[in-house]
């Protein structure tokens, strides 16, 4: 599960015009039945704008460049539209590289 939550900053009595994301990487953790436990992966921290990669993935198993975008929400719908389309697989990645979602 992949959490991004965006935040101002108050700075020298105004807002800052550039918001900054937080984006957490959680695995669920068997617990209780009343309870469910969370596992940070990794997190990032930086500008709002952040570049989410969408590829795609080749019978032999080879990752190829789709499209880019700025929202996440917007590249999920565009993979998982794409993915069952084209009946392949799809994952989102973020500018470093690091794996967001993979879409069957």
Known sequence: MVIC?????????HWNPRPKHLLLRLLP???SEEQQHWQVLDWSY?????TINIEWQDQNGN???YQSK???ANAYWVAK?????TKKRHRLVDG???LLDLID
């Open 5 to 13: 939550f965006i935040t101002q900053q108050w700075h020298q009595n």
């Open 29 to 31: 953790v068997p617990a």
């Open 46 to 50: 930086g500008g709002y704008e952040m």
């Open 63 to 65: 990752w190829h460049h």
């Open 70 to 72: 700025q929202n996440q």
């Open 81 to 85: 539209n794409r993915a069952e389309s």
């Open 96 to 98: 470093d590289g690091r």
